[in-house]
Nanobody, 119 residues
């Protein structure tokens, strides 16, 4: 069915940039937003950014102006461009999309990709 493969994580210095990519195979339920989440050690998983079918976006306040989420429906990808990275951005980042399994709208998560920002 739906499979997500994330890439682009790594180690970067504060102030640097990374682009995370999420390649989706299978048919997504495009009526629901796609998004990126992150989870830092000892913290709850939090929503970083979402993007709707029409291109409307929402961002976590702390990343607004620094991160940009985008989607390319022709390539079935959703990317997260991260600029001016801070140590507080260190986390495992997860891509999330929705598909339909046996008639039920179902969330699918990527395996996670580590982003580490050094001071």
């Amino acid at each position: 069915q739906v499979q997500l493969v994330e890439s682009g994580g790594g180690l970067v210095q504060a102030g640097g940039s990374l682009t995370l990519s999420c390649a989706v195979s299978g048919s997504i339920f495009s009526a629901n937003p796609m998004g990126w989440y992150r989870q830092a050690p000892g913290k709850q998983r939090e929503l970083v950014a979402t993007i709707t079918r029409s291109g409307s976006t929402n961002y976590l306040d702390s990343v607004k102006g620094r991160f940009t989420i985008s989607r390319d429906d022709a390539k079935n990808t959703v990317d997260l461009r991260m600029n001016n990275l801070k140590s507080e951005d260190t986390a495992v980042y997860y891509c999330k999309v929705f598909g339909i399994v046996r008639g039920t709208v179902t969330a699918f998560w990527g395996q996670g990709t580590q982003v580490t920002v050094s001071s």
